[in-house]
């Protein structure tokens, strides 16, 4: 494997890992606040279509991400209604809500485009452009560092950059602010959230808010940066294994974006290596495809110690009855 | 002084959950610079309604006074800013924060959190000083004492400027020592002219520093009285309604064979610290041996090593039989095959499946017996006749076995427990805190049922924070200290002085 | 305790939240220009309007069932398995080989050695996920999500590389054998003077199905088994006191659920389409987890949550043949059945609640 | 009337039940008449609806699909008096339905020689969607085009995945183009349904070309989109919309010959294929409807001597 190659795995690394890490932190912020969400699946995609449907609309991919997370926020916000308000269970909202989104981002696309659920391609400013970084034509040559500036840091849209600023920035509201640490108290004991004087329902509205937005983001990512247009059930299971990212990195933000990367890494790898001709045998395409998750699960049984999920996570806040 | 207006006021206040109305038109006036006791049974009422003072619940009527002022609390946010400070029968700690980030959740300056801490930190040092509060404000909460939490939640509410303070029972998870340093503590708040709400069970400490006292029954406020002008038989009787009996009425012990025989017991746990550092104890037949200690010391590894689900090295024989104390065998059925029974202390974790009705509560651990099953299939119906006749003889309320185990007060919640242990006819009893949070009425059927137990001639091994319980219960006494025995006493040779010593791992001679 | 008298939890509620979804869902249909009366019409009529529309309702809820309970069991021990689609893809592998390399003499026998197959596959693809969280604390969400993705590799490999009979487009094993053939409730109703519909693939396994119903309502309310995974699930700590081990309820409740799981093959592969094709689970195995949930775990709630969810996609599939309305349209539907019934109960339940107590006064503690 | 039933990818796959739906619309179009129509859910459901429609009255009964082949089996003998269409069905015995075949590895090996001769690089790619025989038939028939033109071409072939998602996951098909191009990669071949949507665009995007599938996708990036190989179900569709409850039945293999099967030119890939590249391929497909080139099928003994999967 030549250094070029290496390049190129990496630069596909990052493209695959960033709607994984934008799920994952929206992830986060839910879950650290307590409320499990297993619909990013469905906010992501939801937020694709209106992303794509306006950005071809408007012309602007500015105004398709706004609709595209506030899409994604209203979505959060029915689960916030259904887990928070009405301290129903977060598990079941999450599976309604990846139903919703299956089914409301084809029946409104079809209403609107009549394309069969998807939406027109989109082109010039209705989509995101790759950032070429300065210099980076002129330091391509240089060896070593020439490729990996302009070659793997360079040229990916701006949300991918935004994205992985969000991890420090993540981190940063988490463990340096006052909005981080009621967060993550709500997270772990809301009654002493509630003792303390501050508003739990509050404080977990908007944490899915966010979560709202980040997901909005990684679904118009993917359908206006990634791609040009929104195509039906283009998340393609993303949500989950943002969902598994998070786990696996023990629901820290750091980490988050080390285990997408590692998910990117290992999809960009078995993408490049089908069929791997080992001579006596050639490994089976399956084999290959199935690699990244394979190797998930060796890592977390070998590696990873028991995850510790927050401790209030997944039950509603209920004072009386 | 006279026509001071009351620090509080509450009129007239109702609150019911639904069904049960725990609350009933309660009326009370608590002067400041005054600490005034609350007591009544579990589940009169008590925390409820301290919880609406705080803001915690809404109460469903009455009217609320702070010097004076008429005040509604919607929340804790506007007690805190009417100067109300409680500290929750259930600690409201994030367990896995620093006691200073406990501390400052809810009351930071600022959107940042470093000058927060900052300033916290400094604020705390001079509430230390000032009222001899120890903490290390780096300490994780879960990894410090009940004793060191509690006094995180004062600080907490200190923080805030809090100059009315309630305390929902402080004193059931505090050593004698920890007990004495709060009472000093609340003496001094006092002084300065702080207004304290203390509820308890313990009548002695109402005696000692209340300066009004306020009994609750089923909801309602039966009778607000000075403390200089009652005394605790008045009190318990006002309380559960009839005559108690503060003391427990037993006769000499008549120890027979060894039961239970331990030798070099040691645990070590995952971080290498060693928990039981080679305990050598014996128990007999008809005889309690109490366990004394400040909590932490190693008495919970005891129990559960004995109890069967904590590794260890060492011999522990059971009439005479060696009981594996790692692997196969060393786990809570085969300890309770071999005669053991075991009443734990946390009754919510270990005893009691909160979830379950109580039936299933009462065949927690034994579902396997013989008589709650039929062939292949358990028999529910066999279980509940046996429940309904373990509550009627140990007076659980409500008698009622379908009803989940959450839903029982504390002290009927252990009645099940002890009900389900007992009634098992074990040669040996491990028993933790029977007591903690439990009214003096269940305190005293429970203590009857221990000593009955002795009398039929079974051994019981007793570990309580609570002196007094563990000098009026055993008939030995044993003291824990880092993990080691420290010396054994006679309860009518020794007292609490001398015990408190031990405890503090001042050795025996030396005492 | 309960404010709400039991038979208004089981009917009321339901009934109540089953009408919220249905006019927010009408509120869809209109939006895209359609007459949701006619829509439900179809659908009622299609679903339970005939022994045809009842054949196809029952065999989708006797998928649902099957996986349903699979959750289920696992749910009472804490255990969150997402693998339902894997074990149950897996199962369609047994089921699979089993009625293809044995030449059965009948279907009886068939049946029992392909739910001994169906089973076993499926427990299989459970127990490793269930060892990785039992022995080595591996979270067994992701790693049954991983195993679901797997599983379908697994069968993807088996389908086009080895089952499929030479030359055929068809990434399919060849059609069972006649004398596997399940009877359908036609063929069972028959004798019993029962004309039922010839041609829906409701089947045998239906009576399986509401066997496993009534064998998983006995194990896990009756038995002492059940009692120690209920005990597990609802307090680790009690259960470590108590010396129910963790690592053998992980593994039992996993077998036991990944069995149940890979079961669900006797209907869609054995019954229905007599033959393995790619995807055979359609999500079935997704779908058990609501199914489930809006079950509220109890076996009885899972089969009513079956039937409901079979009126679903039996009703859906009536409203493509008679409108125009899209196919993702009952997606949207079921969405909203999921949401109202199994999040926003309570949206339903907290009014019902205040108004029962109005209605029945106080009583004194 | 007919009735059409689409197959699980929906009647808008942008692939074949896309080509069959506008073929039953220009039928009616044309003739003013109407037909029936589902969309698939689920695997239960393919027998429902040909018994539904069948029963309904609905003649001919037009299927999408080899997975139809197995209920047709069931369900044909039983309405002996309605004709049914089965589209990529050619090995039924069953005396009242129309069996139709594409002879796809043909109109792959034409756009695999296009490929090939429009390549720069010498490597010419190609990206299926799920792994089943089909697609594999589809890449094997482009391997033999490509090494007909250039014997030492490289083929980088690749997979989406093995589950349904496979064949709606744009984002993946992106990757995989770029992971073709930086294998040296200068043509794609996307058979792979809405996959195949982020092929052509990532493609154009990159500036390497790309080839369509099953109906002609050039327009979709003009000048950026080499060819499409066509599969003319909308003709075969219509054709037998239009003959009605006489359509003949039996087994149809349309391949060039019988232009079930081609490659698109039209203005929008005028410029990317030169008369040379055009002379070179239509005498190919002379030769192979002249029975002198044989494409090999994948299906014939399971395996491709041009391509290993
Ligand atoms: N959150 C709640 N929801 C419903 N009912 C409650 C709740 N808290 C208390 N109750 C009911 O109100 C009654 C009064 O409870 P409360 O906690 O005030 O008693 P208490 O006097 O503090 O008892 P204890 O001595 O055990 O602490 C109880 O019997 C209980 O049934
Ligand atoms: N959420 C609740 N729902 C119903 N009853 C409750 C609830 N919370 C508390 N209770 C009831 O309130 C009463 C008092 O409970 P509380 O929380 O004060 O602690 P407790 O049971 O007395 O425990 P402890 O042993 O710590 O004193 C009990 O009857 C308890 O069952
Ligand atoms: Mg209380
Ligand atoms: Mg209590």
Known sequence: MDFLTIIQILDSTIRLATPLLLACLAGFFSERAGIFDIGLEGKMLIAAMFSAAVAYVTGSVWLGLLAGAASSVALAALHGLASITFRGNQLISGVAINFLAAGMTVVIAQDWFQLGGRTPSLFGGARFEPIILPFAEAVADVPFLGPIYAELLSGHSILVYVTFLLVPGTWWVIYRTRFGLRLRAVGENPAAVDTAGVSVVGLRYAAVAICGVLCGIAGAYLATALQAGFVKDMTAGRGFIALAALIFAKWRPWPAMWSCLLFGLLQAIALRYQNLDLGVFTVPVQAMDVLPYVLTVIILAGFVGKAIPPRAGGVPYVKER | MANEAPAIELKGISKAFGPVQANKDISIRVMPGTIHGIIGENGAGKSTLMSILYGFYKADAGEIFISGQKTTIPDSQAAIAAGIGMVFQHFKLVENFTVLENIVLGAEDGGLLRPSLAKARKTLEELEQEYDLKVDPDAIIEQIGVGAQQRVEILKALYRQANILILDEPTGVLTPAEADQLFRILGRLREEGKTIILITHKLREIMEITDTVSVMRRGEMTATVKTSETSPEELAELMVGRKVLLQVDKTPAQPGDVILDVKNLRVVDEMGVERLRSIDLQVRAGEILGIAGVAGNGQSELLEVLGGYMDATGEVRVNGTLMPLTGAGADGRSRRESGVSHVPEDRQREGLIMDFAAWENVAFGYHDDAAYNRGVLMDNSAVRADTEAKMERFDVRPPNPALAAKNFSGGNQQKIVLAREIERNPDLLLIGQPTRGVDIGAIEFIHQQIVALRDQGKAILLVSVELEEILSLSDRVAVMFDGQIMGERLPSQTDEKELGLLMAGVSGEAA | MDVVPKWAEVTLIPIISLLLAAIFSAIVIIAIGEDPLNALKIMVQGAFGSTYGWGYTLYYATNFMFTGLAFAVAFHASLFNIGGEGQALLGGLGVALVCLLVPWPHWTIALLFAMIGGAAFGALWAAIPAWLQAKRGSHIVITTIMFNFIGAAVLNYMLVNVLKPKGSQDPATARFAEAVHLPTLHDILAPFGIAFSKSTPANVSLFIALAACVLVWLLIWR??????????????????????????????????????????????????????????????????????????????????????????????????????????????????????????????????????????????? | DPAIIFDLGGKFDKSFNEAAFNGAKRWADETGGSFREIELQSEAQREQALRRFAEAGSNPVITMGFAMADPLSAVAADYPDTKFVAVDVTWLDAPNVRQIGFAEHEGSYLVGMLAAMASKSGTVGFIGGMDIPLIRHFGCGYAQGAKAVNPDVKIVANMTGTTPAAWNDPVKGSELTKAQMSQGADVVYAAAGGTGVGVLQTAADEGILSIGVDSNQNHLHPGKVLTSMLKRVDVAVYDAMKAGENVETGVFTLGLAEEGVGYALDENNAELITDEMKAAVDAAREKIIGGEIEVEAYYTNDSCSALDF
């Open chain 3, 223 to 365: 038995t002492r088994l059940g009692f120690e995974i209920r005990a597990f699930g609802k307090s680790q700590s009690a259960a470590r006191y108590a010396g129910i081990s963790g690592v053998r309820i992980t593994m039992i409740a996993m077998l036991i659920s990944g069995g149940l799981a890979g079961l669900m093959a006797i209907n869609n592969v054995m019954g229905e389409a007599e033959r393995l094709v790619l995807n055979p689970t359609e999500g079935a195995g997704f779908l058990g987890i609501a199914v489930a949930l809006m079950g509220r775990s109890h076996p009885f709630g899972v089969f009513l949550a079956a039937i409901l969810f079979g009126f679903l996609y039996q009703g859906g599939a009536e409203l493509a043949f008679f409108t125009s309305i899209p196919r993702e349209m009952i997606i949207v539907i079921q969405a909203l059945v999921i949401m109202f019934t199994g999040a926003l109960d309570n949206m339903v339940r907290m009014p019902l609640e205040r108004i029962f107590l109005a209605l029945r006064g106080k009583e004194v503690r």
